[in-house]
């Protein structure tokens, strides 16, 4: 049987696929009922300029078998990382990011990646307004202790023997990040509950350094930083020392 234009078309495309000459064949015989030995076949291929080198080709046999579309899946919509697919998949990094750049696929810069891998939990950047953001700083003054955890992400963490405290606490930041709690016993071995919050640190370092200056010139701002410090501690001592108040 003669190699028509349409099962030529067809051993391109079997070949472009990664298939070697002889699968490519045994291909072109089942679906085609033709004979058509290696050689004849590797000629046709030559012509069209389709024949690989033999680096190519054992490089092209290692990652035939590769989900390509799960694995563009996976890395652009799941946002798994190239050393985790390799782990799936059995192959190298080099290999599926190969993979990914020959299909258009825009590679993880190094900083990208890092955040990525510290980044466990969806964390929300902050967009409240400032009557919540002196509020939230009102807060931390009380017993609220901020600190950065990474590079990414700030922890607030606070200990509490009232419920109350620990669901406003919840309320407050748990809508921006993973917040966790926990039953513990304090030095005294009573059972008290512990809070900790994970949120995104370039939106929320405002609560490291809280500059208060610009409270003093809106009485509702100041209202609102000085209920969080009230609802933060559970109460506050007013007292005058010389010409100043103190609390």
Known sequence: MKITPEILEEAKKLYLEGNSIRETCNVLQNKFGIEITNEILRRKLKRLGLIRSNSVAQKLAKRKHLPIKEIIKLYSKEMMSLKKLAKIFKSSKLTIRKILEENGVKIRNNEEAIQLANTKHIKLPFDGNECEKAYMLGLIKGDITPFPKSKFTLKLTSSSSR?????????VFGKYGPTYIYVIKD?????????TSELDLSSFNFLLSPQIDFLQKNKQLMLNYIAGIIDSDGSIFIRKTGKYFQY
């Not at 419920?163 to 309320?171: C, G």
């Open 163 to 171: 419920k109350a405290f620990i669901e406003l606490f919840k309320n």
């Open 187 to 195: 030095n005294l071995s009573h059972y008290i509950w512990k809070i």
